[in-house]
């Protein structure tokens, strides 16, 4: 099986650079404060759990074989999974500020 070239590794280091921020995010945002959780709160974790989640199966969706070598499926696929992660940490990020 060739090497991923092109956008497959694109994909996967922007994925990963994305994912890093949302985890500092959450470390600055301090889901480990004392204080009680309000209902903002959740949407913010919940829509940052999302995100990553996303975001993490980007590598896996976009390196799995497709069954004609040339189809480029599966990338399409984890562009649409970039773009749902990418928008749900950084609605977690302005919910955080907003609320």
Do not use: K, N, Q
């Not at 949407?43 to 040339?70: H, K, N, Q, R």
């Amino acid at each position: 099986m060739p090497s991923p070239s092109g956008s497959v590794p694109a994909l996967s280091s922007a994925s990963a650079t994305i994912f890093s921020i949302g985890i500092v995010f959450l470390g600055y945002w301090g889901m480990y404060e004392p204080t009680g959780w309000r209902v903002a709160d959740v949407f913010v974790f919940v829509f940052a759990l999302i995100g990553f989640g996303c975001l993490g199966l980007v590598p896996w969706v976009a390196t799995s074989p497709v069954e004609p070598e040339t189809s480029d499926r599966r990338v399409r696929i984890a562009r649409h999974l970039f773009l749902a992660g990418v928008t749900a940490i950084w609605l977690a990020v302005a919910m955080s500020v907003v609320f």
